[in-house]
């Protein structure tokens, strides 16, 4: 894919809602459909043209090493960060390892996504950073307060939000804003992220294709579900 060859996805939690199942297995190599999520996830990448692949690991990391070293399927570099560091911390040791931007994305995280529109939104808005949202149904009706007071000034039943995929087209200038105290934060990288908005350098695209994703058991079984209709979709 030009201009946009390189993904990095983050492998390196320990995925504690799912355990003890990722006490034994790290999150990205559980299985849907008897293929690993991770693994899946790549398959996808090679079909959009994506080409070089950096898994940031941690947590178990060695096992996914070898799970794929015999293989020899895919292009893969290995970071590994070691199994305490933060989100954050993971991306910002790849900052020597591209020229220009970099895919960052999730390892328990697959989404059928036009990668030609997302980085053409990207170049358009001109951002150090661009990060994929999807629309969701809110199940509440929502309020907002008045300050100072108890009077609502709005409500809103169940109305259309937008949220964060896991997915982010991130230029290398990015690394420059990274201060040693969102390294040490778990959640720096939602720092590095408002810290853009306020910058007005902070851009999103918006997915309404087919995407999967878990963190809980009951997410897991919801994911083996749907994984059958998301490559029915793609055909």
Known sequence: MEKLSKVAILCGGKGVRLRPLTEQIPKPLIKLSGKPIIERLL???VQKGF??????IGHLGQKIVDYFEPKKQFNIHYVDSGAEATPLQRIYDLKDLFEDRILLSYGDTIADINFKEFLKTHEQ???????LTA???SPFGLVNWSE?????ESFEEKPVLDYYVGYVILEKETFSKIT????????GLVTLFKLLIEEKNLSGYKHDGPKITFNTDHELEHAEKLILDFYTVKE
């Open 135 to 137: 629309p969701f149904v």
């Open 43 to 45: 398959e996808l990448y």
């Open 180 to 187: 040693p105290e969102m390294l040490q934060d778990p959640v």
């Open 148 to 152: 100072g007071d108890n009077l609502l």
């Open 51 to 56: 080409d070089e692949f950096y898994l940031c």
């Open 125 to 131: 808005s001109g951002t150090a950073a661009t990060i």
